[in-house]
Each structure stands twice: as C-alpha cells, then as structure tokens.
C-alpha cells in the first residue's frame, strides 16, 4: 500500500523553525510539503519572545501587523544577583533596528499566524504525517511516511498508540530538517549533538496576579542558578525557576525523549506553596498575589551544538541542530533565522552545484554563529568590573542573553562585554 510521491524539497516538523522555512518556500513558489506527525500547532507558550532580527524578519514575510498586535513589547532586560541588586541592563530601544523591543508572544500564537499565513498562500502542514526511514542517497532523499488515524497531542513525543492509514513513499532533492532536538534526519545523517551543559531542569509557573507588572525581562542569577521572569500581558506573567542540578535524576526526564517532565506536575515542586517559597527566595521584589496559577509544568534544558548543520542532501535548522538555556529564547529565534536562510538558500535556483555552495556556506556561517553565541572559544572579555562579574557567571548569562543576529554585539557592548570574533 506504498504511495509514491516526489517533491524539490521536504521541510520535517511544524514548529516554528520548519514553519518559517516553509513561508519563504511558499512565498519564492517552490515546489515543497511540510510534514509533521503532531495532529495541529502546540498547544502552550513555550518560547515566548522573538528578538528584533526575528521580527524584521516576520516583517519581510508579511506577519509583522499580527504579531505585534497579539504581543507586549518589551524595552529592556535586567540581570539581578542574589543579593537583589541590579548587574546589568539591556536597551533594547538603544538598538539601530526597526523593530528596538523584545515581542512577547505565546509559541502557540506565534505558529497560529505562520500557518495563517501559509494557508493565504494556498499551503498548509500536512499534519498526522509521521515519517520514518530516512535514507540519503547521492541524488535524493527518499522516506517513508506514515499517515496517522488519530491525532498526537503534545510536544515532541505523542503517548497515544496510533493507527496508520496510509504510508507514502517519498522522494525529495533536498530535506530542511526542522524536526527539534530528538531528530531523526540529524541521526540518519550521522551528525553527533555533544552536550555543553546538562540538567538545565526548571519549574515554569504562569498566572494571573493583582500588581501592576514590571515591563521588562529580568534573569536573576543565584550562584549555578538562572531564575527567569517574564511579564505576559494581561496581569500575567511567567517565573522560571531552575532546579538542583540532579533534578532530573529524580524525576527521569528523558525517560521518553520529553522536555516535560509528565511525572512531576502533582509534585510538590510545581505546588502554590513552593511557587510562594521561590518567589520569596529568588524574587523578592515581587508583590502581587500568585495563587491563580494558569500553568505550572516541569521542563528539561540542555546546551548543545551539532558537530555540522548538515551535509549533502539534509540540512538541519532550529533544535534539531542546538538547544540553549532557556532565557535567551535563543533556540526558537535563531531556529527561525536559519529555516529562513535555508529556505532561502534553496529557491534561489535548482541547480545541485549552486545549492551545495550555498548550503555548505550556511554551515560554515551557522556553526560560527552558535560558537560565538556560546561563546565555545572563550572570546569574551571586558575591562569592567561590573563586566566581570557576568564573566564570573558566564555559564548562566553567555548564551543566555535575549538577542540574536546583527544586534548581538551591541548588546554584548551594552553589558560592556567585548567578544574577539576570528578573521
Ligand atoms: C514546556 C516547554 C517550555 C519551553 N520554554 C522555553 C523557553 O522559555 N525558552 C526557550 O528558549 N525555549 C523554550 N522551549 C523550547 C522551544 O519550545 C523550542 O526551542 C522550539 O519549539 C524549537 O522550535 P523548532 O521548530 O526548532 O522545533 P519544534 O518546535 O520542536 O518542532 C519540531 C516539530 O517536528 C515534529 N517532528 C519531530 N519528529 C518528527 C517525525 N519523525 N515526523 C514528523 N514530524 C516530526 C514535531 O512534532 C514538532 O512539531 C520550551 C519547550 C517546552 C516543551
């Protein structure tokens, strides 16, 4: 019952990443499919800001007028040591781009408008399409797909047993890979995913409160530790908190592959009680009542980089080639970026020459990119005092920070961090 099937190019997973890249494909008139085996967008807020580059980026694919509508602008950031003092800020309104703010905005949202967006073009996700097998060759890529009776729900891993209806057998020139951290096109290609920092493992709390909220980012850093504050719009507002190192041992994170960790929401770690005690602890300078919590969920962090953001006929964007700390919302903005150029990359013309040219200079501009973000060669220095000591917490704020793209060394210049990028 094998149906054959061949496309240019077969972009793997409806996240934010995999949905940029299929905008541009859309938008240049390309002849592509967008695959994912979810049975529609994600349900909740995950990755909740987008830096300026992403949203001159979102302008030029014409979803700018609803994404600004929809989210709450944020002029700055802070960073606040464990004695309550204020380290550092970032202006982002100081910044020479068109959009100077961070945009706070749901993920959920966010991939409503992109596939809103897609559908205006006559495209959507083909979504419950699962696929499996991937095979390189020198000439194609060629995978199978097995279409899903019953939709997944949830992130990353469905837990639902699952009927296939059909299975397709497809053909493609090339595969963007935007299949998050679990990807399986990064393992049919070989490409390894070493680990820069482990067990980033957070408590997530979102409610409704009676204060007026701060409108600004604000990472208070507490040792080893990274606590996060976002305001949300609407008298709500997300806090953040990491967990002791070992956390995850405790609650058998990756078990099944999962950032959440499913086990833990009846714990007393995501309890009103605790959220009360981290509050007091690591964010004093909070007032407001806490009890209507929204959302409370226990998610699992690590740092990593691919060895290579592809080769040959598979190119890899977003999670699937690197996950940071979580307050940068590094992972999600850069993602979108290089899905993007990818993308890009692709419909210039359909020349395999031409194409491998480009994409092997996407790999090479990539990885540089994420080594300076994670500032992997140590090329981070300052001749301040105030620097240094987010130099001496280089591990919570260096790939930490929200921004990305042209702005970032004006950023690093704000927090007077000078970072030697090599010829
Ligand atoms: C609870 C939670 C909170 C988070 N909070 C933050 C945060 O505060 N800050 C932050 O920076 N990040 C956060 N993240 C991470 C953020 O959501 C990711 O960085 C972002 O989703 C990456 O986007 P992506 O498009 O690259 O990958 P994904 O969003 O993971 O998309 C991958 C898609 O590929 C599909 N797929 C995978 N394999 C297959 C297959 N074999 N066949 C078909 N489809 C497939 C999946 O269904 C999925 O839709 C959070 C994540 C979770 C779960």
């Known amino acids: 019952m094998f149906n054959k099937k061949s496309v240019d190019i077969a972009v793997l997973g409806a ?24 049975a529609s967008t994600n349900q909740h ?35 606040f040591d464990q004695s309550n003092r204020q380290r550092a800020v970032i202006n982002y309104s100081a910044l020479p781009v068109k959009y100077p703010f961070l945009a706070v905005i749901g993920q959920n949202e966010l991939e409503a ?51 296939i209806d059909k299975i397709y057998d497809y053909e493609a020139n090339y595969l963007i890979a935007a299949d998050g951290y679990t990807s399986m096109a990064r393992k049919a290609v070989g490409i390894a995913f070493p680990e820069i920092e482990s067990n980033l493992d957070y408590a997530v709390f979102e409610f409704k409160t009676n204060t007026r909220l701060l409108t600004e980012m604000r990472m208070m850093v507490d040792q080893e530790k990274t606590h996060i504050y976002w305001p949300l719009g609407n008298d709500r507002c997300r806090f953040s908190f990491q967990m002791p190192r070992n956390f995850a041992h405790i609650h058998s994170f990756n078990k099944d592959h999962s950032m959440v960790d499913h086990a833990a929401q009846d714990s007393s770690e995501l309890s009103n009680a605790h959220l009360d005690y981290l509050l007091s602890k690591h964010a004093p300078w909070f007032i407001g009542s806490s009890n209507d919590v929204k959302w409370r969920v226990m998610v699992h962090f690590e740092k990593h980089l691919a060895e290579s953001f592809g080769s040959g006929r598979i190119w890899l964007a977003g999670d699937a080639a690197h996950m940071a700390a979580p307050a940068g919302v590094l992972s999600m903005n850069m993602g979108m970026l290089e899905g993007a150029d990818l993308a890009e990359k692709l419909s210039l013309d359909s020349n395999h020459e031409g194409r491998q040219f480009r994409l092997n200079a996407y790999n090479l501009d990539r990885t540089t990119e994420w080594r300076r973000l994670f500032d992997i060669d140590q090329k ?3 001749d301040d005092s105030n620097g240094e000591w987010l130099l001496k917490h280089r591990n919570n704020i260096i790939g930490n920070i929200p921004i990305s793209g042209q702005s970032y060394s004006q950023v690093l210049a704000q927090l007077k961090l000078h970072q030697t990028v090599a010829a």
């Not at 934010?16 to 002849?31: E, H, N, S, W």
């Not at 830096?51 to 960073?79: C, F, M, N």
Request: charged share 20%; proline share 4%.
């Open 15 to 38: 996240g934010p990443t995999g949905l940029t890249a299929a905008l541009i494909l859309a938008i240049r008139g390309r002849d592509f499919v967008l695959l994912d085996r979810a």
């Open 45 to 79: 807020s995950y990755a909740l800001a987008l830096h300026p580059d992403t949203l001159e980026l979102l302008d030029a694919l014409g979803v700018i007028q609803p994404i600004l509508k929809r989210s709450l602008r944020l002029q700055r950031s802070t960073i």
């Open 113 to 163: 408008i992109l596939v809103e967006a897609l559908a205006q073009k006559g495209h959507k996700p083909k979504w419950n399409h699962r696929v499996r097998c991937i095979q390189a060759s020198e000439h194609h890529v060629n995978f199978a797909v097995d279409h899903l009776m019953e939709g997944m729900t949830g992130y990353a891993v469905a837990h639902l047993e699952q009927e």
């Open 380 to 382: 981070i220095s300052t």
